[in-house]
């Protein structure tokens, strides 16, 4: 993403990268057109990405992956940096994305603000040896009844480690879902 182009170059050019190449060109442009009418950038389209605001180069940034019309996004953080109300506004898109039939997976350290939109959540946790170990997959519901916490930031911190602030029951939870699984 280059600073002195606009939106709609920004999305043509990954539009050129990530269609097919027998995509026509009105194709790719109704696919551009699509992408900036989900990710609300319509009236930006003419503008330099310099000139855009947090929220608006993040949905930039965005729209270009989601451009190829993905079965399956996986987006690390996409509300890092967004304030409450800008972080809620994309993942409201996010699972309007979600509702099309395509699977989303967000991975986000501020889940409650808009754990309403998800359908369903993975914990994952560092125990004694590894990084990215399993401690929990399913509804929010069972989730917080499998951790006994109120809140997914208390679950969070029931699995980060001591030094990080936390509990430190990664191990505990890993141990226990596995068996739950397992039989």
Do not use: W
């Amino acid at each position: 993403m280059r600073g002195s182009d606009t939106v709609i170059h920004t999305l043509s050019d990954a539009a050129a990268l990530r269609l097919p190449r027998d995509a026509s060109h009105a194709d790719r442009r109704k696919r551009i057109y699509e992408v900036l009418k989900v990710f609300g950038l319509e009236a930006v389209k003419n503008n330099l990405v310099e000139k855009l605001s947090g929220g608006q180069r993040k949905r930039l940034s965005i729209a270009m992956e989601f451009i190829s019309n993905p079965e399956l996004f996986i987006l690390d953080e996409p509300d890092s940096g967004l304030d409450g109300v800008m972080a809620r506004e994309l993942m409201e898109q996010l699972r309007r994305i979600a509702d099309q039939g395509k699977i989303v997976i967000v991975i986000t350290h501020t889940p409650d603000r808009v754990i309403d939109l998800f359908d369903n959540v993975i914990v994952l946790a560092k125990d004694a040896n590894r990084t990215g170990r399993l401690a929990y997959y399913g509804s929010i519901s069972d989730a917080k009844t499998f951790f006994g916490k109120q809140t997914m930031e208390e679950i969070v911190m029931s699995v980060n480690r001591e030094e990080e602030g936390g509990e430190g029951k990664a191990d505990e939870y890993i141990t226990r879902y596995a068996e739950v699984c397992h039989g």
